[in-house]
């Protein structure tokens, strides 16, 4: 793994699962600790990580895309999404993760996860 990749993993497992960065975040940081990268490297690098299954990858269509670290320890969990600002809860259901493994079953596929993705406003952008 480069250096690159390496440092921008790593960010992702000092703050731990559970957090959803966006790009320019990421980039922010790591200019912040006096890293030399522009903002185009890390949407490659980033997307590289997701290619590589260390990261996973929310599409938010108009808010843009987020990246979080691709946990083993809770792979199914649920993404309420801010489309305006980012903002994003997660949340589990057992009832999602069921209808995945009756879906899967159905058309013998094999699973490897089911995750809802929920687009919604947040409260603080529901009044814009
Ligand atoms: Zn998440
Ligand atoms: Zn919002």
Redesign the pocket.
């Known amino acids: 793994m480069t250096p690159q990749r390496k440092k921008v993993l790593s960010l992702f497992e000092e703050i731990g699962s559970g957090i959803h960065l966006s790009a320019e975040e990421v980039h922010a940081k790591l200019t912040s600790s006096g890293e030399r990268v522009s903002l185009a490297t890390i949407y490659r690098t980033l997307r590289l990580l997701v290619k590589m299954a260390f990261l996973n990858e929310l599409d938010l269509s108009e808010g843009g895309n987020r990246f979080e670290l691709l946990s083993h320890e809770h792979p199914d969990h649920h993404h309420l999404i801010?489309i305006?600002?980012?903002?994003t809860e997660e949340f589990e259901n057992n009832e999602v993760v069921n209808a995945g493994k009756e879906a899967a079953k159905k058309f013998a596929f094999k699973l490897l996860e089911s995750s809802l993705n929920v687009r919604a406003?947040?409260p603080?952008?529901i009044n814009k």
């Open positions: 801010c305006r600002c980012g903002r406003l947040c603080m952008c």
